[in-house]
């Protein structure tokens, strides 16, 4: 069964809860509307439909929008050898969606990485601790509020670093930024209007600030 | 007489408890004044902190082991030490400013990955269809010189860690070749940085192809000798057969690929199954397991190397000439003579080097074969030239999860047998 059928089919066992199919480059993609009842959709995917596998969890920080987080889970069938994706929203608030620990035991670690890097809590998880960073440490990685350069921590030399290098100069590109057209290469001002650069500023200058203060840890940040 | 370490049996932990507590008691009922420190040394638990700097832990793995006794009944795996946020770097540059980071995942086999992630890239911008056949072969060539090379090396500290050191010394001479090759290839050893978006740093350089036929002739009656110093040689065979059964279901159920998923017997490649590059032509087998034991693990490696070479006889056989990178301008850098002479090029130039290829918003995952299992990037992107969000499935991660669930009811020796035969890398588990 191709997964166009399975997700047609799971579409109209769910009905509204689903929004999709849509089709990228041969991917199938479906959204889940209610984060909820990820772990109704998944149990079904993997009793009924055969998606015996899961392949992999990501998570994406909409930073700006709202609802601010995206989960995104890959789904592989040994039977079929058909590739599927479901998706769904996380608000910032709740931060919060069930587990899907019991369907797939593959996604214990994923979810852990996902709570480490992205702050978003799987409730149910029977052991949700930070897995790439060391436990205690105070922020989300990978969040797109965090900068590049890392943040001050108890442990001054080893947890923050200068700004990169080429952060925010003219030629580095800003993701989501105009396309190559849009963006005539000799008239582009390096990304003066992105929050990234005006960030960049403000960091510049506490490092600075920090450089005199020594090892006082800026309480602006 | 043949004593496998399997046949000494021991029972969980609860089914001792049980067995001792009605003992216990019999004891008391008989005489009063029964030693009170047995049933304490019985239950007592040691916890043994192994790693993160342990040679068998092939890098910074530590575990957490409780044991009783000898027999481990609970394991923590604790991963991270060698964490630089590559998913974070990745967002900050462009898709070619990537490819030298996926060199330090799997640092084992960079040109795999270097492979993987172009070919990952190649599919959110549509093109993967469309290299050019003498690029793909070449691609095809890296991997499967890759997958050897990280077999070899797998196998010999596998061996070496259960007690056979000369594997170690006979594989590390061929990989020394595959070194060899790999400089004349990209100019580096380790980190080779070798494919573009679109194509391949530079053509295979003269007389390589020969120099990669004779590597052949010799890395095969390698395998042999290391075959004739393990298959069949007692001790190995007692540390490994019947150790760290992983059952197919618990396999698919945890997520293993590679090697280990096929030591358990799921019969699934994805060279196979979803043939990328020119794998389709390649006649080759993929092998399987039956047990799912370290003994199988280790058959599956030994032949997957065997059926690699074959793949690249074939692929050194069929290589057709022609260009090894695409023409569009716009996505692979143009020939140097042309940028300082044309304008045309000269602007794509610097284009592509200031802002990178123009991706189109979307989001793909692309998951490779690579040596230790899929290697699998999402990109999410929004458009640009770069990725608004990268995410890598490292297989060695997801087969060290297993771990907690595998090591339990093992001997404490057993855990480097198990270790080797998963064969991880931290630096692609920890990113």
Known sequence: ?221 | MSVTVREIEFKDAPARLAQAAPSASAQQAGSAGTPQGIEDLQSEKMVLNMGPSHPATHGVLRILLELDGEIITKATPDVGYLHRGDEKIAENMTYTQFIPYTDRLDYLAPLANNVAYALAVEKLLGIDKALPERCQYIRVICCELARISAHLLGLGAFAMDVGAMTVFLHTFQEREKIYNLAESLTGARFTTTYTRIGGVSRDLPPGWVEQCRKFLDEVVVNFDESEKLLTRNRIFVDRTRDIGVIPKEVAIDFGLTGPNLRGSGVDFDMRKAHPYLVYDRMQFDVPIGSVGDCYDRYLVRMEEMRQSVRILRQCLDQLPGGPVNVPDGKVRLPEKERVLTKMEELIHHFILVTQGVNAPPGEVYFGAENPKGELGFYINSRGGGTPYRLKIRAPSFVNLSILSWLLPKHLMSDTVSILGSLDFVMGESDR
């Not at chain 1, 809860?17 to 984060?35: I, M, N």
């Not at chain 1, 993701?175 to 008239?187: L, M, N, Q, V």
């Open chain 1, 1 to 221: 069964m191709s997964a166009q059928e399975l997700a047609s089919k799971l579409v109209s066992n769910f009905g509204d809860l689903l929004s999709g199919p849509t089709e990228f480059r041969g991917e199938w993609t479906l959204v889940v509307r209610d984060a909820e009842r990820i772990q109704e959709v998944c149990a079904y995917c993997r009793k009924e439909l055969g998606f015996d596998y899961l392949v992999d969890i990501s998570s994406v920080d909409n930073y700006g929008d709202d609802p601010r987080f995206t989960v995104v889970y890959e789904l592989y069938g040994y039977g079929h050898r058909a590739h599927l994706r479901l998706k769904t929203d996380v608000s910032e608030e709740g931060c919060e969606l069930p587990t899907v620990t019991n369907v797939w035991r593959t996604a214990d670690w994923h979810e852990r990485e996902i709570y480490d890097m992205m702050g978003i809590r799987f409730r149910g998880h029977p052991d949700l601790r930070r897995i790439l960073m060391w436990e205690g440490y105070p922020y989300f990685p990978l969040r797109k509020d965090f900068p590049l350069s890392g943040k001050p921590t108890e442990l001054p030399e080893v947890a923050f670093t200068r700004p990169a290098p080429l952060e925010g100069g003219p030629f580095v590109t800003v993701s989501g930024g105009k396309d190559t057209i849009a963006r005539e290469p000799r008239a582009r001002l390096p990304e003066t209007d992105s929050l990234q650069t005006i960030s960049r500023l403000e960091r510049s200058r506490d490092f600075d600030r920090a450089d005199e203060q020594k090892n006082n840890i800026n309480p602006k940040q």
